[in-house]
């Protein structure tokens, strides 16, 4: 693949892992400076979800799909209500939530193929 579209791809890709390297090396900082486990718990919980919210919303502008942009805004409301649960239920919210809303947007896309 050439042109732009293919540099959009690519750019898009490498952003994954540097957007996780940085999450952990913030992680790192965090605890280096004292933060308690409670908030390393909370932060370690969500911030891999937080950056696949921000990598879909990402997507979404690049390519301008409305999957992407749903699937963004869901995972970043996700993340913003699992966080007040605690450092351990916030895991079970974001599997649930999470793991349910891209089960829902799957099935719509699914149904609107069929269509």
């Keep these: 693949m050439h042109g732009h579209s293919a540099t959009q791809g ?3 890709g490498i952003a994954w892992p540097i957007g996780f ?7 790192g900082a965090l605890a280096h400076q004292g ?6 718990g909370l932060v370690s919980a ?3 979800l937080l950056v696949t919210s921000m990598m879909y919303l990402a997507g979404a502008a690049i390519w301008l799909d409305k ?3 749903t699937m963004g805004v869901w995972l ?3 993340v913003a209500t699992g966080v007040w649960t605690g450092p351990i239920t916030v895991l079970l919210v974001n ?3 999470g793991g349910g809303g891209f089960l829902a947007v799957a099935g719509y896309l699914a149904w609107r193929k069929r269509r």
């Design 10 to 12: 690519k750019i898009f």
């Design 21 to 27: 390297a940085t999450l952990y090396i913030v992680e």
């Design 95 to 97: 599997s649930l939530a």
């Design 76 to 78: 970043a409301l996700v």
């Design 46 to 48: 969500a911030g891999p």
């Design 67 to 69: 999957a992407m942009l």
């Design 35 to 40: 933060a308690d486990s409670t908030m390393l």
